[in-house]
């Protein structure tokens, strides 16, 4: 098959997507039409070459979509919608469209209607626009309403978790269902923390954006200044660096794959401050690693925590640090929740498994989850 996926910018969560299809599809070809940014920089020579790297397949091809912009902007909307038409018509034929992010999802439905084409269209948000909570609450009436909009015009939504589908119905649209995320689980996760740590390493991975809400992360160590027993570690840059004052924060910078791998494995809780998540494939990579969660209760995050088994949801910063306190007073409860986090990682979220029905789900045979 030929598979056609376009977002209107590649990063983070949203990368990883695209990439972790690619790589469990390798008998497809495989078309990544993208924006001019690429993990928030600018599609230089340099980057694109940096960027292609991370595709590890032959079989994949990178083509620019230079005329479409993130905003909601009328005039450049129409340019891009009409070039993306252009485009389609050189990379034809092919078999099936996969369209990421919301903005890609609303110009290629709407294209698709427009023009008539056959051929399989799905759409991914990874993050439904209309739970943004950096924004208000007219904005997010607006963004749910082009959702519902869109969906009528053309092409299936498949979501990325149980917690995002049941999101979309709730709004009134009837997605076709969900295939979860995944990561791949290795016996590293199980084996790298011994019995009870005698200090406590806390760690979240991303952007310091509005998303991840580093000021509730800052505001939860700050309980904690000057505890020797705990520290924490923000795995990661952004725009909101300042947000980040309390002197037992590291902040790290960004690192390579292996390297976040590395300062994952030498914490042993994830800490997630964000506001909302399609379903994150940084803490997926947790489990992977074996720790215990702390996440804010979100969509996407949700669908993650078996409530006292591998971790917990919080929905106040006091909840979190009371939580923390509890497990600085009883260690022992974080190693096993760890084991049983990349336990359920390996029986629910693995990336084999899970990414490999999209081929089914590209051929026409049902693969998706709905209840």
Avoid at 58 to 64: E, F, T
Avoid at 73 to 96: A, H, N, Q, T, Y
Avoid at 163 to 179: C, D
């Amino acid at each position: 098959m030929r598979i056609i996926h376009i977002a209107e910018t590649l990063g983070s969560g949203l990368l990883e997507y695209v990439i972790q299809i690619t790589r469990h599809l390798p008998e497809d070809e495989h078309i990544v039409v993208f924006g001019n940014a690429l993990e928030g920089r600018r599609a230089t020579a340099s980057v694109l070459q940096e960027f292609k790297a991370k595709f590890p397949l032959p079989n994949v091809q990178l083509r620019q979509w230079e005329e479409v912009q993130r905003e909601v902007k009328p005039i450049p909307d129409l340019k891009s919608i009409w070039s993306l038409r252009k485009l389609l018509k050189e990379l034809g034929p092919f078999d099936v469209v996969h369209l990421h992010s919301s903005k890609a999802g609303f110009i290629g439905r709407l294209l698709f209607f427009v023009t008539r084409r056959k051929e399989k269209l799905f759409y991914t948000p990874n993050g439904a626009p209309f739970l943004r909570l950096d924004v208000t609450m007219s904005k997010r009436k607006f963004f749910a309403q082009l959702e519902r909009v869109a969906h009528s015009l053309a092409g299936e939504i498949l979501c990325c978790s149980k917690s995002e589908y049941e999101a979309y119905v709730e709004q009134g649209m009837k997605p076709l269902g969900y295939i979860n995320n995944g990561t791949e689980t290795t016996p590293e996760g199980a084996t790298h923390l011994p019995g009870q740590p005698s200090k406590i390493t806390i760690c979240t991975t991303g952007r310091l954006s509005n998303q991840k809400n580093p000021t509730l992360f800052n505001q939860i160590a700050q309980a904690f200044t000057g505890d020797t027993r705990i520290e924490f570690v923000w795995i990661g840059e952004g725009e909101l660096r300042s947000e980040i004052t309390s002197p037992n924060i590291r902040i790290t910078g960004w690192l390579t794959k292996e390297q976040v791998r590395q300062e994952l494995l030498n914490s042993q809780v994830y800490l997630s401050s964000a506001l909302w998540e399609g379903l994150p494939f940084a803490v997926l990579e947790a489990m992977s690693c074996g720790k215990a969660l702390l996440l804010k209760r979100a969509v996407g995050n949700v669908d993650l925590v078996e409530e006292g088994v591998n971790g917990h949801l919080y929905d106040s910063a006091q909840q979190a640090i009371n939580l923390l306190y509890s497990w600085l007073e009883n260690p022992g409860v974080i190693t096993q929740m760890g084991k049983a986090s990349l336990h359920l990682c390996a029986r629910q979220f693995n990336a084999q498994a899970n990414f490999s029905k999209m081929r089914e789900l590209y051929q026409g045979n049902s693969a998706v989850v709905t209840t």
